[in-house]
């Protein structure tokens, strides 16, 4: 009885602090730095292809991202709240980063911060924000270059290197971006 009840407590913790039932506790310690990049690439390789096809990723969270040997996958299982955050983003529009890399600066920001920590996301977001002021200088956006700018200024400041994929790392069903 005492260790069903600690359960509870634990559960009843967890879902104070914003957490599912259920759901996969992300690590806590950050990704090395040239793993954060190397992310923050794949994103907005995925982020601008969506672009280019007239959508954007709209405001994901890390929970609906799926990392593996193929890259970013974009999970099946969506977080609580998702649907009301994508009505939001429509309704308040694109910002200057989704126009740009097609993922919202909310978004980038968080996902930043998720996977490198505060440090990590204060050192590559002025890489974004430098890439931004680049492809808005553009008389017509288009993919190759908002890529290209994107690398040149992330591999200005660090070498992204891909994450060795491990069994631990958000496994489970997903859906292709690409």
Known sequence: MQTRRMGFTLLLDRLRRGARPGAVSETVQPLRIGH????LEELCRVGIWARESGYCLGPLRPEEIVWGPRGATRATTVSRGARSRALRHLRDGHDAVCRALGVPAGAMQGL????GGELGAR???EAVAECVEDVSRFPVWEAAGALEYLRFHVSRLITPVRPPHSPGEREGRSVRWD
Do not use: I, T
């Open 36 to 39: 954060v990049a190397w992310r």
């Open 112 to 115: 930043l911060e998720a996977w």
């Open 123 to 125: 050192f590559l977001r």
